[in-house]
């Protein structure tokens, strides 16, 4: 298939997930202004694979930026975001657009979770263990756990002394998650150590601010950070003491990693230098295609679980593009 893009003017884009549950909805996150002033809006996308369109579904409206959304795992039409005015909001009712009739679009988050005192840069929602549990981190250097169905927060991680740019559960092991921060620290933490310390710090991780970090979909003890130094570290949790793997992606900051759901050897990443790599490590450790179609920072990135190595990313020029990588084999 071939590339297909939609634009949102004056929109600009952090974030873009496909839904586990249907096979051809995107949401995406974006921020007026760059997020550094006015509202945030959370498109509702499809994309009909057949024919190719990308069409907007329906929007709904933030008074601050949006730079994160996660979808419910476990319903085709909840969703969270993540806010420049340290709340997170939950949305329901997004399948009340998906049939073109916008009567029912809910004007309003049903939920609206603040307690963080700076910004909500990412949002993780439980995928597989604790379906209710969300992740929230901040730059006011906190993470939080939160229950959907609670308005207060369950537990509060401090181990870190700066802006918290990621956090994210391990798909593969219970309860763990990872953190990434501005001063260069990998934290690794069980959400059931109600203590709020980390069960491991590895300090300069990079030797910059780590902007992005994932989980390997088909090993439990693999991750991956990026740093604002345009490396990508590959980390096993056997033996934390110093990295696996070194990758180069660009001479500015990696801003979004993704590991693919197909293959194990793949991962793609979204960068400050306008372009979206991907490597397949069974073939070569330099990129396999590099993709320069933005025009600003690439900062969300996404593989679709129902379509082969379909990608979708999107930028701060307020363009999202799916596409799918061609150098990858079935």
């Known amino acids: 298939m071939k590339m297909v893009s939609v634009t949102t003017p004056e929109r600009h884009g952090y974030s873009i997930k496909f839904s586990a549950l249907e096979t051809d909805l995107l949401l995406l996150a974006t921020s007026q202004l760059y997020g550094l002033a006015g509202g945030g809006t959370l498109f509702l996308l499809q994309h009909a694979v057949e024919d190719g369109r990308l069409t907007e579904i329906c929007r709904f409206e ?12 476990y319903a085709n039409n909840i969703a969270a975001t993540a806010s420049g005015d340290g709340s997170l909001q939950i949305w329901n009712g997004l399948e009340n657009g998906s049939d073109g009739s916008l009567k029912d679009v809910p004007k309003k988050p049903v939920m609206c979770l603040k307690e963080h005192k700076n910004e909500v840069y990412s949002i993780d929602w439980s995928e597989k263990w604790n379906y209710h549990q969300i992740l929230s981190s901040s730059w006011d250097g906190s993470i939080k756990l939160w229950d959907c169905n609670r308005q207060k927060s369950v537990a509060t991680y401090n181990g870190h002394t700066d802006l918290i740019y990621s956090a994210k559960f391990s798909p593969l092991v219970a309860n763990i998650f990872a953190s ?16 709020g310390k980390p069960l491991m710090t590895i300090t300069s991780a990079h030797n910059t601010e780590i902007l992005s970090m994932d989980w390997s979909q088909f090993d439990r003890n693999v991750l991956v950070t990026g740093g604002a130094d345009g490396l990508i570290r590959t980390w096993d ?5 110093h990295h696996i793997g070194e990758l180069f992606s660009g001479e500015y900051a990696v801003r ?7 293959k194990a050897s793949v991962l793609a990443a979204a960068n400050y230098d306008f372009t979206t790599r991907i490597w397949d490590f069974g073939i070569s450790l330099d990129a396999i295609e590099i993709h320069e179609h933005h025009t600003e920072f690439v900062c969300g990135l996404d593989w679709s679980v129902h379509h082969q190595h379909l990608l979708a990313d999107c930028g701060w020029d307020s363009v999202v593009n799916i596409f799918r990588a061609t150098s990858l084999k079935n």
């Not at 501005?182 to 690794?188: A, E």
């Not at 949790?237 to 003491?241: A, V």
């Open 62 to 73: 933030w008074s601050d930026g949006l730079f994160d959304v996660a979808w419910c795992p």
């Open 180 to 195: 990434v921060d501005t001063d260069g620290l990998l934290n690794l933490w069980n959400s059931f150590d109600f203590s």
């Open 237 to 241: 949790l056997r033996n934390m003491r």
């Open 256 to 262: 979004k990693l993704a590991f693919s759901s197909h």
